[in-house]
């Protein structure tokens, strides 16, 4: 009897740990059932950051930085590497909350003493011994010295120093370093840049110092003959605010209510551990730059995922005018005009990534279903042991393979990751549509281990939605890169290698 009431009381209770109450399953396996079709398994799935609908309205209310979650603004300091200290000692690292806990006050200690030699509690007289409340005082403060102990580890920011950052944290600019910087101001300065030659240089990583503008000559936003930039730059970025006075007044229409709640819906759920992007500012540029967007481009319209591609764009742009700790800048005190600047190319170079890999956000969206398709085609080629792994606890490559594909591993990586990964991806002809499809095969060989190390299908799944790359930096993203160019060099060429 007593076992049949556990069972009823966790069936009834729909707020346990880990689940929401519209997301309980009811008396439904996770591998019982497989979707029979694309469709089907996007109606079953619900997005990584999705909430209940009763939370909808709360997200639609403005949003002011003294209502934010204390967690949000003390999460995105990030530990680094064990054993690894930075060599850069200017910047005092926060030592952890324990060290910012306050010395019990003379106050506190009488009020302490009174408790433990005898008081009132909730109505009852309580009475200890003197040598009792020494021990409790002891106790604490012991407790206390051991938290104030603790080692001092260095901070892996999310998104500054993102061009010099290595797996411990520490900036560092070498020899090396800085003749590449030289090459890219070389390149950069003649009157008609060799977009060839930027790119082969690019491909490694481009400076922080030098990358607003490679990004912006790689994407095609701007052109190539320096005397012309100016221009280009003054009339797309007039043609974007054009676009804002002419259309962004209609998002509250009948015909694009939808769109713009949605959207307004998924701006809190990017990167929400980045203080930066909490900002009304911030989040009032991504819904403009979003809307405008979807509306010029009515074969697909906003997908949940595009909102996460604004991100890389913004920061680099940003990085512009900020030297240090991008994450916490106040995107509000910069000068209008400069905000207005980062909005608009942000806008223009998103639209040129997406102009490439648009089939990805179209109806049933078949670009990501070939490229997940390619993906395990390519799996069963170059590991066979993992792909058999996958069948035999019958996963999915769809199951965890779509979001790679649909958010370009943003998702799975932390942001300084992605922005070194796009300096690749910008350098490829087709980085993001094709060379994408080798950086997911690498990164999925790289948790070999791991993955055949789970035992069953809810393990896997775990795994492969929750990868451990918080503490990923340059060198990492490298040796994942170069892996990729090595299958793309090996596969890309030789379909009788590729298909079985």
């Not at 009488?110 to 433990?116: K, R, W």
């Not at 520490?170 to 370093?177: F, G, K, L, N």
């Not at 082969?200 to 607003?212: A, D, F, L, Q």
């Not at 591609?309 to 030297?323: A, D, G, I, Q, R």
Request: charged share 25%; net charge negative.
């Amino acid at each position: 009897m007593a076992t049949d009431n556990i069972i009823n009381f966790w069936r009834k209770n729909a707020k346990v740990p880990g689940r929401f109450p519209k997301d309980t399953p009811k008396g439904n396996n996770l591998k019982s059932k497989k979707a029979s079709s694309f469709h089907e398994f996007a109606r079953s799935t619900n997005d990584a950051w999705d909430i209940d609908d009763e939370d909808d309205e709360d997200l639609l209310a403005p949003i002011h930085p003294s209502s934010l979650p204390s967690t949000l603004h003390s999460v995105h300091q990030v530990p680094p590497l064990p054993l690894q200290q930075p060599s850069d000692t200017t910047r005092e690292p926060d030592t952890g909350p324990a060290d910012r806990l306050a010395p019990p006050t003379a106050e506190g200690c009488l009020q302490q003493e009174e408790d433990a030699d005898g008081g009132q509690i909730n109505g009852r007289v309580v009475v200890k011994s003197s040598s009792e409340a020494q021990l409790n005082t002891n106790t604490v403060r012991s407790t206390l010295q051991k938290q104030q102990s603790l080692p001092v580890r260095p901070i892996i920011p999310l998104v500054a120093r993102i061009s010099d950052q290595n797996s411990s944290g520490a900036p560092i600019m070498t020899v090396r370093d800085k003749s590449r910087l030289d090459k890219f101001k070389y390149l950069l300065s003649c009157p008609n840049t060799d977009l060839e030659e930027l790119r082969k240089h690019s491909w490694s990583g481009i400076p922080r110092e030098v990358r607003p503008i490679t990004w912006r000559l790689l994407s095609g936003y701007l052109p190539a003959n320096m005397e012309r930039r100016d221009l280009v730059l003054k009339r797309k970025r007039d043609e974007y605010f054009g676009f804002i006075e002419q259309y962004y007044h209609s998002r509250t229409d009948e015909t694009y209510k939808d769109t713009y709640r949605q959207i307004h819906i998924d701006i809190p759920r990017t990167n929400p551990l980045i203080p930066l992007f909490q900002q009304p500012t911030v989040q009032e540029v991504f819904e403009r730059i979003l809307f405008i967007w979807a509306i010029r481009h009515p074969a697909s319209g906003y997908v949940q995922g595009i909102n996460d591609l604004v991100t890389p764009f913004f920061v680099v742009f940003l990085s512009e005018f900020v030297e240090e700790d991008v994450e916490n800048f106040d995107v509000a005190s910069l000068p209008l005009n400069t905000q207005r600047n980062i909005e608009a190319d942000s806008f223009w170079c998103m639209t040129k990534l997406l102009d490439g890999i648009q089939d990805n956000y179209t109806f049933a969206q078949p670009g990501i279903q070939n490229n997940v398709k390619a993906l395990e085609e390519l799996v069963s080629r170059i590991d066979e042991d993992i792909h058999n792994y996958f069948k035999r606890y019958e996963v999915e490559y769809l199951q965890f393979a779509f979001r790679w594909m649909n958010n370009l591993l943003m998702r799975e990586l932390p942001l300084r990751c992605t922005i070194r990964l796009w300096d690749t991806y910008q350098a490829e002809q087709e980085g993001f549509s094709h060379f994408h499809l080798y950086v997911c095969a690498a990164f999925l060989i790289e948790w070999r281990k791991e993955i055949l190390s789970m035992v069953d299908f809810q393990g896997l799944l775990m795994l492969l939605q929750n990868l451990p790359t918080i503490h990923w930096g340059n060198e990492e993203v490298g040796l994942l890169l170069a892996e990729a160019y090595r299958l793309k060099y090996m596969f890309a060429d030789a379909p009788n290698h590729y298909r079985r």
